[in-house]
Each structure stands twice: as C-alpha cells, then as structure tokens.
C-alpha cells in the first residue's frame, strides 16, 4: 500500500470513529454541488429561501486532509443544525484532498493553492444567491487550520470561525478575530503540545502559542479537551451553535 494510501487511511479511521461522539444524529444528505467563476466547487447542504434566507447566516465547513465534504458532514451534524436553526449551510471543496493553510498540508502547501481567496469566492457565490446574513466558518483538523488562516487573513469577511483539531500554521499579525479553537490534549495527528506528525510530515507549533499571539480584546479563546484526541468531541457542535449565537456555553465539551 502507498504511503498516501496508508495516511488516507489512518486519518479516515480516526476521524470517523469522531462521528461516534456526535450527539445530534447525522446523517449523509444529499446536497448541490455549485460550480464557481473559478472553476472550483462547494456543496450546498441546506439553504433557507425568502425572507428568512436573505437575513440569516450561512455556516461554511470544511473537512480534514484526505476526508471529503461528506465526512465533515456526519461528523459534525451541521445539516441537522442548520435545518433546526434556519442557517445555511454549505461545505466546501479541493482538488487537493487537503487545504493550504500555511505549512500544512500536502498537495495544497506544494501547489500553492489559494484556498482562503476561494473561500472569499463561496462567500461572493453565497451573497449572489440573496444570502446577506452573517458568514460563519468552522472546520475540522487541516480544515479548521485553514478556517483560522482564514480568520487572520480576511477578519472582516468571516464574522465568527471556529477549528476543531486544527491549530494556526500561518503568519497572523492581526491576531484572530471572534475565534474559538476546540483541541484534544490528546491529539496524535496535530499534537496539542506541539511537535513532529508523521501522519501530517509537518512540526506543529503548540496549540497554545495562538493565544499568546492574540490580544485579549480580540475574542479569541483555546477549548481544550483533557481526554480527547483527533476527533471531533462530543458536545462540540452545541459549543460552536452558542458561540456564533454569541451566547454563553449550553453545556461541556467532550
């Protein structure tokens, strides 16, 4: 087997067996693929039409590196969110299997793929379609990477970002802006203390060096997960509802 036939592999394993902790039911359901000026893709999963659709926000995710908009899907249970919350909600896609988020990951670092420029472009897409609400943007491992490059790069674009398993490889000297970042202490892929991943070919800096980069008016805060690992814990998607609802935690994450 290929060594990027093992790595798909392995992070499929692990990210799938996240799903298992999700407490809203998920399922994988059907959803438009719409085609930008730039020739790259996004899935609408779920889209709120009249008045409705024209004020409320629109929730971007994005998966983790070799996982498709499928996985990221019934892990984190957005359709079901969405629909219970009257959001949008749409996910995006690479060519790359993987998201340029800084020095990670893979094919997409190497071929130097503008993956923030084309989340700006879904964005456009979404207020052409007569969505005018607030944009939200979470995203999982390699996903949540690039949401809070994202954050850093293009604040005034993304009202609120959240990274699950995902930690900041990328210049940021604004500091990230209405983001919350949701990490297992016992990750093995992105590792919570910083350090070489085989999985990934990549030295991550320590999760908490983002906080250190960030001031404090600027609404960011670490959620660390004691005995979680590269998943997407349990009670995670309550967590990030209440922080683009800009309220106080329903309950514990993990």
Known sequence: MSPVRRVRRCLATVTVAGAVLVLLPATANA????R???G???RLAVEQHGPVGYSSPTVIVLHGMWNS???VQQ?????????????SVVYGETPNSSWNAGICCSRAVKNKADDVGYLVDVVRNIRARGHHGSIYLAGFSNGGMLALRAACERPLVFNRVVSVAGTLVAPCPTGLHHARHIHGVQDPVVPYN??????CQVTFPPVRAEAAATQPNLDYALVPVA???????????AY????FLGRKPSGPVG
């Open 69 to 71: 908009w499928t996985t």
């Open 31 to 34: 959803a438009s693929s719409i």
């Open 227 to 237: 005995k979680a690992g590269h998943t997407w814990p349990a009670g995670a998607t």
């Open 194 to 199: 910083g350090g070489w991943s085989k999985l």
């Open 75 to 87: 892990q984190s249970g957005f359709d079901q969110l969405g629909a219970a919350m009257r959001w």
């Open 36 to 38: 930008l000026g730039s």
């Open 240 to 243: 990030i509802r209440d922080f």
């Open 40 to 42: 790259r893709t996004y």
